[in-house]
């Protein structure tokens, strides 16, 4: 009795797993499957960005520019960054042409990654 009664709450857990799995995240975008974050940034500014960082909320420092030494994101471009399968919480940190940054905090990167430029957190010049 009890393995048919464990079988059919697995059988009835497995039916309804689609259905969250297809729940969008907010801004339409699909959740990132087993937690595999991504951060889309677009540059809706008129500023070129010339950096971008993203680390773990839990890390003290932003390690290396994602852009890498020969890539800028020209204003009105968009560029999305894969980051390592795991977790989820990212702090991101971008600086545009002319040094001036801004940063947003604590960011699901697997459900809300997608980040329009400006982003309306915290601003910081120079």
Same mark, same amino acid.
């Given at each position: 009795?009890?393995? +048919? ?60 520019? #994602? ?11 968009? #560029? ?25 905090? #604590? ?18 010049? +120079?």
């Amino acid at each position: 009795m009890f393995r +048919r009664t464990t079988l059919a709450v697995c059988l009835a857990l497995a039916a309804t797993a689609p259905a969250f799995a297809q729940k969008s995240a907010p801004g339409g975008a699909a959740p990132a499957p087993g937690g595999t974050p991504v951060i889309r940034l677009e540059n809706s500014t008129s500023n070129i960005v010339n950096n971008v960082f993203a680390s773990l909320t839990s890390q003290n420092n932003w390690g290396n520019d #994602r852009l890498g030494a020969n890539e800028v994101i020209q204003a009105g471009a968009n #560029r999305e960054f894969q980051l390592p399968q795991g977790e989820c919480m990212y702090d991101v940190r971008v600086v545009y042409q002319g040094g001036v940054a801004e940063e947003r905090r #604590r960011i699901n990167a697997c459900t809300e990654g997608n980040l329009v430029l400006p982003m309306a957190a915290q601003r910081l010049s +120079r």
